[in-house]
T-cell receptor, first 109, second 114 residues
């Protein structure tokens, strides 16, 4: 059974820091991996999708990498800002989307 | 917001009553999904649809049914609500499955069953 784990569960950093969020999964037979952002009381916003044949994707200050063989993905956020404060979720696609429980990020001024 | 709306956005109901949640999309996407989000469990798939009148069960389908009579609408019904179904429900859509399956989510419905 596919399991997705995100570490740490919560993270608090000062503005301007570069940071890395981690996602690991137990079964490497995935179609893709997707990173989402969720603001309190809101829905999920898709940030990046990495297909299984890809190694990384970039969007602005965000860079996501995928190492399928080791069952790991990282989301790198450069020069963090208070507006980045949110919960970040990763999910892997098998025959359905399996979610991790998220990393709650707080960026303080 | 990917053209997805959910209604109602908030609902409080009593145990044993039927409840229907609606998801509406304007993107004409083939795939639609219902998830529930609970603390400590993350998001879990309830049911999904791969076309009009084509639906299948997800991970936590017991106590729920769905219907899709039109491409744009996907209904989730709790036939007899229980307190364990108190949750936030999200609808999602995607154009295709597999490697290119990028899902887009609605704003959610917060359901409280007393």
């Amino acid at each position: 059974k596919q399991e997705v784990t995100q570490i740490p569960a919560a993270l608090s950093v000062p503005e301007g820091e570069n940071l890395v969020l981690n996602c690991s999964f137990t079964d490497s037979a995935i179609y893709n991996l997707q990173w989402f952002r969720q603001d309190p009381g809101k829905g999920l916003t898709s940030l990046l999708l990495i297909q299984s044949s890809q190694r990384e994707q970039t969007s602005g200050r965000l860079n996501a990498s995928l190492d399928k063989s080791s069952g790991r993905s990282t989301l790198y956020i450069a020069a963090s800002q208070p507006g980045d404060s949110a919960t970040y979720l990763c999910a892997v696609e098998t025959d359905k989307l399996i979610f991790g429980t998220g990393t709650r990020l707080q960026v303080f001024p | 917001d990917a053209g997805i709306t959910q209604s109602p956005r908030h609902k409080v109901t009593e145990t044993g009553t039927p409840v229907t949640l609606r998801c509406h999309q304007t993107e004409n996407h083939r795939y639609m999904y219902w998830y529930r989000q609970d603390p400590g469990h993350g998001l879990r798939l309830i049911h999904y649809s791969y076309g009009v009148k084509d639906t299948d069960k997800g991970e936590v389908s017991d106590g729920y049914s769905v219907s899709r009579s039109k491409t744009e609408d996907f209904l989730l019904t709790l036939e007899s609500a229980t307190s364990s179904q108190t949750s936030v429900y999200f609808c999602a859509i995607s154009a295709i499955s597999g490697a290119y399956n990028e899902q887009f989510f609605g704003p959610g419905t917060r359901l409280t069953v007393l």
